[in-house]
């Protein structure tokens, strides 16, 4: 196959037709290496919640046609999970979904007067740039997703 695009476009255009055919979404596809290996990571959401039936039943029909397409060179091995109940928010779609959801954020360098993490209301989100309000309504911060070492929902409040 023609390698166009980078590793995970290319295992997107192949993965995301057949997941929704099983009526579900695809969240996102992360490959990375870990250790000594690489892993392809499908994570398929719902609105009902995934359960593990869900992720076998992902694997086994994604199988064959990522075999066929042999999008990426290097042996790896696969994983279809869900995204969790502190889902990482990494996508424009993610994002615009959840305006209004309480968030936590790390990010990579501190901020002036907030620090490295803080948690809030997602209340903007527009080309990279997500806007926080803090739960008083009071205090607003916008800051560039890239800056960000994760964006979260916090789900446990």
Same mark, same amino acid.
């Given at each position: 196959?023609?390698?166009k695009?980078?590793t995970?476009?290319?295992?997107w255009?192949?993965?995301?037709?057949?997941?929704? *055919?099983?009526? &579900?979404?695809?969240?996102d596809?992360?490959?990375?290496?870990? =250790?000594?290996?690489?892993?392809? /990571?499908? !994570?398929?959401?719902?609105?009902?919640?995934?359960?593990?039936?869900?992720?076998?039943?992902?694997?086994r029909?994604?199988?064959?046609?990522?075999?066929?397409?042999?999008?990426?060179?290097?042996?790896y091995?696969?994983?279809?999970?869900?995204p969790g109940? *502190?889902?990482? &928010?990494?996508?424009d779609?993610?994002?615009?979904?959840?305006? =209004?959801a309480?968030i936590m954020? /790390?990010? !990579?360098?501190?901020?002036?007067?907030?620090?490295?993490?803080?948690?809030?209301?997602?209340t903007g989100?527009?080309?990279?740039?997500?806007t926080?309000t803090?739960h008083?309504?009071?205090?607003?911060?916008?800051?560039?997703?890239?800056?960000?070492?994760w964006?979260?929902?916090?789900?446990?409040?």
């Open positions: 196959m023609a390698k695009g980078n995970v476009t290319r295992v255009e192949i993965v995301e037709p057949i997941v929704n *055919e099983l009526g &579900l979404r695809l969240w596809v992360r490959f990375v290496k870990e =250790g000594a290996g690489w892993f392809l /990571r499908i !994570i398929i959401d719902s609105d009902e919640g995934i359960n593990i039936n869900d992720c076998e039943k992902v694997s029909a994604i199988d064959k046609p990522l075999d066929e397409a042999d999008p990426i060179e290097q042996a091995t696969l994983e279809v999970c869900s109940l *502190e889902r990482a &928010l990494v996508r779609e993610h994002f615009e979904s959840f305006i =209004g309480d954020v /790390r990010m !990579i360098r501190p901020l002036d007067n907030i620090g490295k993490e803080f948690k809030g209301v997602l989100y527009d080309k990279g740039n997500v926080i803090d008083s309504g009071e205090n607003e911060v916008t800051i560039s997703a890239k800056d960000a070492a964006i979260k929902l916090d789900d446990f409040d």
